[in-house]
């Protein structure tokens, strides 16, 4: 497929990303972000195939080299959004949901949302049950409501809601991306910002008509929102020698945290992900691709995340294990609807994966 138009924005390949974060897909239901995926990859890999759980599997033969048994390189990125599914509607059209993934209740008040039924998707709007503002008691207004409080209004009445929505579909938050200064800010850049990082730096090295010796597998995993289900068999399938986790981490460079805990900041490059709770990094491989940013002056950061996890733990305990190290891009205000990244962040990433992969031996 023939590389769409970029935006503005450092020549970065915006449209893209917008069409990947705007597009449903919870953990369980992402077939939407695979098929889009699957047509954009046409043309950049040698075999495409989608596996039992629904992982899309890319593999790219080595370039330029006729080294026998390449070195496995595996890059993960998880498609999943968290969302909610249907669990119940009342006799008045009233939609209660069940979470697919890790939400912060505060952040969930007064929000458009999508209901994506086998025939359509409609537009919602989602709120906590109980009294509004005009009318609730100060310790009303304390209280922070539990996901299962809060209802979908589609407009419809209860018989008309019922036609229309099973139980089971899923349910999405209905916000667009957008640029603002030097980030974009939208739903879902956990995790579809990675998959863009693993689209657009195979198109990198193409560009740069760069050979590689390795054997390039690219996973678009499922259900990483929910436990890394999906990179665990990814993985175990490819068997890689050497696994990249491509994820957000925290960019907690706002007011109200303290600095020791900003994990990452903005602007100031790719990080070089060295430990969370479900895997520590390879030193050796980190200290490789420090060496490459350096090299190629590309700006990065080293970085812990204390709590958290992400499909680069898959990868390193797959099979007989795996070198295996996380690339992850600082996002403000995560798992909400106004996820924020710095675009030169972003770039970073990728660049420093188009430099790296042609060197693997």
């Given at each position: 497929m023939a590389k769409r138009a970029s935006s503005s924005s450092?020549?970065?390949?915006?449209?893209?990303?917008?069409?990947?974060?705007?597009?449903?897909?919870i953990p369980g239901r992402e077939e939407r972000v695979r098929a889009l995926i699957e047509k954009e990859v046409k043309g950049l890999f040698d075999s495409v195939e989608t596996d039992a759980m629904g992982n899309l599997i890319c593999r790219r033969d080595p370039r330029g080299s006729s080294k026998q048994g390449p070195t496995k390189v595996m890059l993960a990125s998880?498609?999943?959004?968290?969302?909610?599914?249907?669990?119940?509607?009342?006799?008045?059209?009233?939609?209660?949901?069940?979470?697919?993934?890790?939400?912060?209740?505060?952040?969930?008040?007064?929000?458009?949302?999508?209901?994506c039924t086998k025939t359509k998707d409609i537009k919602g709007v989602m709120n906590p049950g109980g009294r509004p503002i005009h009318i609730a008691s100060e310790e009303d207004k304390k209280k922070i409501p539990e996901v299962k409080e809060f209802m979908v209004d589609i407009g419809l009445s209860g018989d008309e809601v019922k036609k229309l929505v099973r139980i089971g579909d899923m349910v999405v938050m209905d916000e667009p991306l957008i640029e603002v200064g030097n980030k974009v800010v939208s739903k879902a850049l956990d995790n579809r910002f990675a998959c863009w990082v693993a689209i657009e730096c195979v198109r990198a090295i193409d560009a740069a008509k760069a050979n590689h010796a390795c054997e390039l597998w690219v996973a678009f995993t499922v259900q990483e929102e929910v436990g890394l289900r999906g990179a665990k068999t990814a993985s175990n399938f490819v068997q890689p020698d050497i696994g990249i986790g491509l994820d957000v981490s925290l960019s907690c460079d706002t007011p109200g945290v303290p600095k020791e805990e900003a994990v990452n900041h903005q602007g100031k490059g790719v990080g070089l992900h060295i430990m969370d709770s479900s895997f520590i990094a390879h030193a050796g491989l980190i200290?490789?691709?420090?060496?490459?940013a350096k090299k190629n002056k590309i700006d990065y950061?080293?970085?812990?995340?204390?709590?958290?996890?992400?499909?680069?733990?898959?990868?390193?305990?797959?099979?007989?294990?795996?070198?295996?190290?996380?690339?992850v891009v600082g996002t403000r205000y995560i798992h909400t609807v106004t996820e924020m990244i710095d675009t030169r962040d972003l770039a970073a990433c990728r660049d420093l994966l188009a430099k790296w992969i042609p060197t693997v031996k």
């Open positions: 450092g020549g970065l390949n915006i449209d893209l990303l917008k069409r990947l974060c705007e597009t449903p897909g998880h498609m999943d959004e968290i969302g909610f599914y249907v669990s119940h509607i009342d006799d008045d059209g009233f939609i209660r949901l069940n979470a697919a993934g890790g939400f912060d209740t505060r952040n969930l008040f007064s929000r458009r949302v999508l209901v200290d490789e691709l420090e060496d490459h950061q080293r970085t812990i995340l204390a709590r958290g996890g992400q499909d680069g733990a898959a990868m390193q305990q797959a099979m007989t294990g795996a070198k295996a190290a996380g690339l």
